[in-house]
């Protein structure tokens, strides 16, 4: 094989032919050792890049002449729909931009002038935008480019290709491509594949490779899970990708930069942290080898004001000092904060409904009529009376591998679902489904009921006990419209068992507590720290004795999700000096009269004052935060 | 580029101006920015996308569905492009090489070496490109709008690509030096 002809079949598989098996095989083997054709192909993804996402030129608002001489050159008894009017046809978009969320740019020119860098729209408008179309959305089907810089010094750009599939309700598909020249084949492409049908996922991909090992000693292995959650767990890993709801629904760690358009479509750019965007990087977790991310990098997202799709997101390495130390402890080399590390660019997308083949999966778990369900199971599951909108879409009893029976009740619209479990029997000493001890107990109606966030691939979820029955909700919407629909529950959820609060082992006794409880019980005095960030909220109390010595652990948990920064816990006990060192590296915080110690490998500010030994965990947190609430406790102390 | 919604085209070939404006605002980014990569004139561009979008509505009744719509459209801008440029010959011969201004531009510098690249191949190389690598049309629907065969095509896309890359280089080289 020549360079020409192995030039133009790079350049036929650039553009998605499909090479015959031989004919790859010898363009690579060429390729290997070609410095010309490797350049080629290097130049012409760079190319890619460059045409694909350069920046939205200037587009003229041709709707208003087009439509006018339209509707003349149309003889009136064929047309219909009306004379069109400059505000009618700006309805549409209006309607779907909601709240004016770039109206601004339309009162300026229109969406389609692009360049509006007048920002009407708040991180709040744009929450309520994506909560409305996650409602609307039925199919989506789109194509995205990814470039990646920076996996190594072999391979300095990757070029990936993913497509995604979803039809409501509950099904998706995303296919991950790798298009990458490697240098040669000891490195396997990072070709992924990601079903879900219902309470069914399956993945597939190349075996992760450690970071600590170089790509080509990775043995090309496959592997291939498939897997059924009764709880919607994995529902929410790829949804983002046809609306970001996960991400953007909450308003907290998001700045709304300004509009514009990008690829042709009136846009809003969004900036936050690459931990609080993470549901749009869900092929990262698929398996396959890539590279390393910073949680504190930017992403700049660009979402469509329309259908609130997104449009495009880059990350950027964050200019953050702390990076510097990410980068010397995973022995990678400085990146500048101007030059993307990722892009994610969608090519094509539409709304057509994907065909059910596309979604085919053994094993997801039979749907029945809700009457059958109660036949099956010998007890007719309990229904909530609102459901805010949402219908019922799935009804199932799949099995709890303990012998007894639990149903699955799913209501969805678009995107937006709710999962409602029941099992009568019930006796781990936790709160029913994936929810954890260390819970936060809130009031529905009458009784109580045990919530806690959104956090990875789980929705926001409540917990409720009765002496009957046991419930779990799990859903995207809202906390205060999930609290709604437990409240409308046929039942008052009763505290959790004492037995189940208590715990006891060996010389040790834990127990789950009010925080009126705690404090009336424990040798030190502490309370709810005054300096806490904004949406955290006191989740639960624990308290221990350990061969006779007292501690208290408070969790505080954000109200909605736990993207982008988990749990702040904050630990009291009885000591007279901190314990060793965790970790060689380690910095001294002045916190008013006392000094504390600061371990960011474990985000952690601890110190000893008056006999008690205090520490305030805060992963994803930054230090000047953490120091000020440590401050507050300190004040208070 | 995608399709419209066949309900939409449906009900926009029964002459409901309500539905042809829908796909005006689908393709009308589109239709500006090939029409000024072929015509290189801002406001000629304008007036072939007016045009195009008035020839498409007269003739979409003929449009049969036997090839996507966004070729079928991009052909009949090719055509009202050709149209214009033969008109302007047969005026005073006038040669402005205006970019589009520039709205929220990253990196001025680096769209305008591309745009040069760009225009620096022939109208036979440049044409493929833009409907594959920027409008993401497949070979058979650019052949379809550039009638032309599909492995006139694929050659035309791979020349187009290493005349590029040859002309990002030397740029890059100059610079360098």
């Given at each position: 094989m020549n360079c020409e002809r192995a030039q133009a079949a790079i350049s036929e598989r650039m553009d998605g032919e499909r090479l015959p098996g031989r004919v790859a095989a010898a363009v690579d083997a060429h390729a290997v050792g070609?410095?010309?054709?490797?350049?080629?192909?290097?130049?012409?993804?760079?190319?890619?890049?460059?045409?694909?996402?350069?920046?939205?030129?200037?587009?003229?608002?041709l709707m208003e002449p087009i439509m006018a001489q339209v509707a003349r050159s149309t003889p009136p008894g064929r047309r219909f729909g009306g004379r069109p009017d400059r505000e009618r046809w700006l309805r549409p978009i209006a309607a779907a931009l909601l709240v004016g969320v770039v109206a601004g740019s339309v009162i300026v020119g229109g969406p389609w002038q692009s360049g509006g860098t007048r920002t009407t729209a708040t991180a709040v408008d744009v929450g309520r935008g994506v909560r409305a179309a996650a409602r609307h959305v039925e199919a989506y089907h789109a194509v995205f480019a990814i470039t990646e810089r920076g996996l190594s010094i072999d391979v300095p750009t990757r070029s990936l290709e993913a497509q995604l599939w979803f039809s409501a309700p509950g099904r998706y598909r995303l296919d991950v491509r790798d298009t990458t020249s490697y240098p040669s084949e000891a490195w396997t492409p990072t070709d992924l594949t990601y079903v879900q049908d219902g309470d069914a996922t399956l993945r597939s991909g190349p075996s992760g490779c450690p970071s600590s090992l170089p790509p080509t000693r990775c043995p090309p292995t496959r592997t291939v899970t498939q897997e059924r959650s009764p709880y919607a767990g994995a529902a929410t890993s790829v949804a983002d990708l046809v609306v970001p709801l996960d991400v953007l629904a909450n308003p907290r760690g998001l700045a709304v930069e300004r509009t514009g358009t990008v690829l042709g479509r009136p846009a809003v750019l969004v900036r936050m942290s690459f931990a609080r965007a993470a549901p749009l990087f869900p092929f990262l977790q698929l398996g396959g080898t890539w590279r390393p991310f910073y949680e504190g990098d930017r992403v700049e997202l660009w979402v469509d004001a329309a259908d609130w799709s997104p449009l495009r997101w880059t990350v950027y390495p964050s200019q953050d000092a702390t990076r510097a130390a990410w980068e010397m402890r995973f022995g990678r080399p400085s990146e500048s904060p101007a030059i993307p590390i990722l892009d994610v660019?969608?090519?094509?997308?539409?709304?057509?409904?994907?065909?059910?083949?596309?979604?085919?999966?053994?094993?997801?778990?039979?749907?029945?009529?809700?009457?059958?369900?109660?036949?099956?199971?010998?007890?007719?599951?309990?229904?909530?009376?609102?459901?805010?909108?949402?219908?019922?879409?799935?009804?199932?009893?799949?099995?709890?591998?303990?012998?007894?029976?639990?149903?699955?009740?799913?209501?969805?619209s678009g995107l937006t679902y709710l999962r409602v479990g029941e099992r009568h029997r019930w006796t781990s000493p936790q709160p029913f489904g994936p929810v954890s001890a260390d819970a936060e107990q809130v009031q529905v109606g009458e009784g109580v009921a045990y919530y806690e966030p959104a956090a990875g691939d789980l929705g926001r979820r409540l917990s409720i006990h009765t002496s009957d029955t046991n419930i779990y909700l799990e859903t995207n919407l809202p906390r205060d419209q999930l609290l709604a629909v437990a409240a409308s529950l046929p039942l008052t959820g009763t505290e959790l068992p004492v037995a189940w609060r208590v715990q006891h082992g060996g010389d040790a006794r834990t127990e789950l507590l009010t925080l009126a409880q705690a404090k009336a019980g424990t040798s030190f005095g502490f309370d709810v720290p005054g300096t806490l960030p904004g949406g955290y909220v006191l989740a639960s109390v624990q308290r221990a004795v350990v061969r006779g010595v007292q501690s208290v652990t408070l969790?505080?948990?954000?109200?909605?999700?736990?993207?982008?920064?988990?749990?702040?816990?904050?630990?009291?006990?009885?000591?007279?000096?901190?314990?060793?060192?965790?970790?060689?590296?380690?910095?001294?915080?002045?916190?008013?009269?006392?000094?504390?110690?600061?371990?960011?490998?474990?985000?952690?500010l601890e110190w000893v004052a008056d006999g008690i030994y205090r520490s305030v965990d805060g992963p994803g947190i930054d230090l000047g935060t953490l120091a000020a609430v440590a401050s507050s406790i300190e004040a208070s102390a | 580029m995608q399709d419209p919604d066949p309900r939409v085209l449906a009900r926009a070939r029964a002459g409901d101006l309500t539905a042809f404006e829908d796909i005006v605002r689908l393709y009308q980014a589109d239709v500006f920015r090939f029409a000024w990569h072929l015509v290189r004139d801002r406001s000629t561009a304008e007036d072939v996308t007016q045009e195009a979008f008035i020839r498409a509505f007269r003739f979409l009744r003929s449009y049969r569905g036997d090839s996507p719509f966004s070729?079928?459209?991009?052909?009949?801008?090719?055509?009202?492009?050709?149209?214009?440029?033969?008109?302007?010959?047969?005026?005073?011969?006038?040669?402005?090489?205006?970019?589009?201004?520039?709205?929220?531009?990253?990196?001025?510098?680096?769209?305008?070496?591309?745009?040069?690249?760009?225009?620096?191949?022939?109208?036979?190389?440049?044409?493929?490109?833009?409907?594959?690598?920027?409008?993401?049309?497949?070979?058979?629907?650019?052949?379809?709008?550039?009638?032309?065969?599909?492995?006139?095509?694929?050659?035309?896309?791979?020349?187009?690509?290493?005349?590029?890359?040859?002309?990002?280089?030397?740029?890059?080289?100059?610079?360098?030096?």
């Open positions: 070609c410095t010309s054709c490797r350049a080629f192909a290097e130049r012409a993804a760079e190319l890619r890049s460059a045409v694909r996402i350069r920046p939205a030129e200037r587009i003229p608002d660019i969608a090519t094509q997308s539409d709304h057509l409904r994907p065909t059910a083949d596309r979604f085919a999966l053994a094993g997801a778990a039979p749907q029945v009529p809700l009457d059958d369900l109660a036949a099956r199971l010998g007890f007719h599951p309990v229904t909530p009376a609102a459901t805010n909108e949402l219908v019922l879409t799935g009804a199932a009893a799949p099995p709890t591998g303990r012998g007894s029976l639990q149903s699955v009740l799913t209501y969805s969790d505080l948990r954000q109200r909605d999700s736990d993207l982008g920064a988990g749990p702040i816990r904050i630990h009291l006990e009885a000591a007279d000096a901190l314990p060793p060192a965790a970790s060689a590296h380690q910095i001294t915080v002045p916190l008013g009269a006392v000094e504390a110690r600061w371990i960011p490998a474990q985000a952690r | 070729s079928w459209i991009m052909r009949i801008v090719r055509n009202c492009a050709m149209d214009a440029l033969r008109r302007q010959k047969s005026q005073v011969a006038r040669h402005r090489d205006e970019r589009p201004r520039a709205g929220s531009v990253a990196d001025p510098v680096a769209r305008a070496e591309l745009d040069a690249a760009l225009h620096a191949i022939t109208p036979d190389h440049r044409e493929p490109f833009l409907l594959i690598e920027v409008f993401g049309l497949s070979y058979a629907e650019a052949a379809d709008v550039l009638g032309i065969r599909v492995g006139t095509v694929k050659s035309r896309m791979h020349r187009a690509r290493q005349a590029l890359c040859r002309a990002l280089a030397d740029d890059d080289a100059q610079e360098a030096r």
